[in-house]
């Protein structure tokens, strides 16, 4: 079974520009989770999806991000305009059913440096 | 959420048994404690979850006392590829939904 898998594993940006990132979960998890780690800071949750839908959106810092998750299987993460705060390790993370367990599963991580 | 407070960085030799306590004071009754484990350049990765007691699995295991307040993640007879975060998450189901919370996480180092 293939994990969860992240495009791309590194961007470098510059302040001002846009970048997209891709997490593909997997097969089969409706729930689909962004998280991200600034620099020296700790993981923080940005948003749930469950199938298309956007379960909590509470973690998300600004209008600047915005994630969507077309037909519930993919979902990208776009920020527009980056902003040199926003470089950090971006994870996703998927689940497959809610219940009494907080396994979820995370990709590797994609590496935002925006300078 | 309860808050959660654990080591900064542990240190161990390979094949001991390395515990790891966890502090959780406000937990609430219908919380759950959750461990992760995170190399570098990789994602966090589920090692156990408990509510109450003891929990084991091939990984780790997990001893929760009765009043819950306090939990230690058990690994026995560690390697150098151990070496890692660990990270102690306390939370509860909230309308269906799980999000998961990280602290500072305990910096788990492995020597020959």
């Known amino acids: 079974e293939a994990g969860v898998t992240q495009f791309p594993s590194h961007s470098v940006i510059e302040k001002g520009q846009t970048v997209t990132l891709r997490c593909d979960p997997i097969s089969g998890h409706d729930n689909l989770y962004w998280y991200r780690r600034v620099m020296g800071k700790e993981i923080k949750f940005l948003l749930h999806f469950v199938k298309e839908s956007k379960q909590d959106e509470s973690g998300m810092p600004n209008n600047r991000f915005l994630a969507e998750r077309t037909g519930g299987t993919y979902s990208t993460l776009k920020v527009q305009p980056a902003e040199l705060e926003d470089s950090g390790v971006y994870f996703c993370?998927?689940?497959?059913?809610?219940?009494?367990?907080?396994?979820?599963?995370f990709g590797p991580g994609t590496r935002l440096t925006v300078t | 959420l309860a808050k959660t407070t654990q080591p900064i960085s542990m240190d161990s030799y390979e094949g001991q048994e390395v515990n790891i306590t966890c502090s959780h004071n406000?937990?609430?009754?219908?919380?759950?404690i959750t461990w992760y484990q995170q190399f570098p350049s990789q994602g966090p990765r589920f090692i156990i979850q408990g509510y109450k007691t003891k929990v084991t699995n091939e990984v780790a295991s997990l001893f929760i006392p009765a009043d819950r307040k306090s939990s230690t993640l058990s690994l026995p007879r560690v390697s150098l590829s151990d070496t890692a975060v660990y990270y102690c998450?306390?939370?509860?189901?909230?309308?269906?939904?799980?999000?998961?919370?990280f602290g500072k996480g305990t910096m788990l180092l492995v020597s020959p």
């Open positions: 998450l306390v939370g509860g189901m909230n309308s269906g939904y799980s999000t998961l919370t």
């Open positions: 406000n937990i609430a009754t219908n919380d759950y």
């Open positions: 993370a998927s689940s497959k059913v809610l219940g009494q367990t907080y396994e979820q599963y």
